[in-house]
């Protein structure tokens, strides 16, 4: 299965306490300078890399970042908004039209982007959403929210990519509106009511976690609804959206996972995995290829124990034989 990099794993690592971040010595290297620093690093592990639009990758710096990433892809674009201050209460459900309408075009800007460099799309709307309670015109902001998914979903239809939509339950809005997987799929069937049927989900499994919501089970649920497009992976404490390392926590259900997304068959289609890290303290090339190479180990484990004998002992509902079988390909007796 091919791997994609989000290049926001190798910044300065701000937060809130130290606004400087942990790595100073990053704050100023350009989007191709980093590039060039994961790449020689990274080479033989990632296929392709994901930035945001306009703030990493845009119109002025491409022909600079294509040639430092030495013939690896943009497999996809993401959505800015949150990182602009003008959105701070909302971009596409912003209760100011005018404000409402820049989120809209630069949205719209960004998915032409993606078209014209045949990069898939991602919308993850961390900024649409509310900190209080009497805050926000709910019905309002669903109804806006929907509409600019829905314009941007048709612009990427025109340009023949996928809209991955991306889930979370808080930050930077306390209150994230798409805050987890049944909204998402509320979105993605308002939609499809409009003929619009090229969206997918992209689950960022931390932000699942953060919810309580299993990664196996809803990467078969979706696979089922047809809408299984991209993984973000990393794993964390579930309080927090740590985005650690893969398989550094919550093992088990990273195996689970790894086994129903190859009865999925996914990436037989082109998905990838792709990595969504934010090492603060470690060094990040080193945490990236630690990454992928636990996961290539967690997927040889779900090989070794997805078959008839877990199968069967599903359909019973035999947790013990179940893991049995899981201690087995562990090396247990």
């Known amino acids: 299965m091919k791997t994609s990099l989000g290049i926001w794993a190798f910044g300065s690592m701000v937060t809130r306490f130290v606004p400087g971040g942990y790595k100073p010595s990053h704050a100023g290297e350009s989007t191709s300078e980093r590039v060039s620093r994961v790449v020689e690093r990274l080479d ?23 040639g430092a990433l030495g013939g690896h892809d943009i497999y996809c674009l993401a959505s800015g908004l949150h990182l602009d201050p003008r959105f701070g209460r909302g971009g596409l459900v912003s209760p100011d039209e005018a404000t409402r309408a820049e989120a809209l075009r630069q949205t719209v800007a960004a998915v032409d982007f993606a078209g014209g460099l045949g990069s898939h799309f991602i919308i993850w709307p961390g900024i649409e959403g509310y900190n209080y309670p009497f805050q926000t015109p709910y019905k ?18 025109g340009h023949g990519i996928l809209l991955f939509l991306e889930h979370k339950n808080s930050e930077p809005a306390m209150n994230i509106l798409m805050r ?3 909204m998402t799929l509320h979105v993605i069937h308002k939609l499809r009511a409009q003929g619009l049927d090229n969206v997918r989900v992209n689950m960022d499994w931390q932000h699942l976690i953060m919810n309580g919501e299993n990664l196996a089970e809803y990467a078969a649920l979706l696979a089922a609804e047809g809408v299984l497009g991209h993984q973000h992976a990393n794993s964390g404490w579930g309080t927090f959206d740590d985005d650690n390392m893969v398989g550094a926590t919550r093992f088990m259900e990273t195996v689970e996972l790894a086994i129903e997304l190859r009865r999925a068959r996914y990436g037989e289609n082109g998905e990838r995995i792709g990595f969504d ?3 603060y303290t470690e060094d990040a090339v080193d945490a990236v290829r630690r990454s992928v190479i636990q996961w290539r180990f967690i997927d040889s484990l779900a090989e070794k124990i997805d078959g008839p004998d877990l199968r069967e002992a599903q359909m019973r509902k035999d947790a ?3 893991y049995e079988l899981v201690y087995a390909a562990l090396g247990g007796d």
């Open 44 to 66: 033989d592990l990632i296929d392709g890399y994901e930035f945001h639009y306009p703030q990493e990758l845009s119109e002025k710096n491409l022909d600079e970042v294509r």
């Open 277 to 279: 890290l934010y090492p």
């Open 320 to 322: 013990v034989r179940a």
């Open 180 to 182: 987890n997987v049944g």
């Open 140 to 157: 309002e902001s669903w109804a806006w929210l929907v509409d600019g998914i829905g314009q941007a979903a048709e612009r990427c239809r």
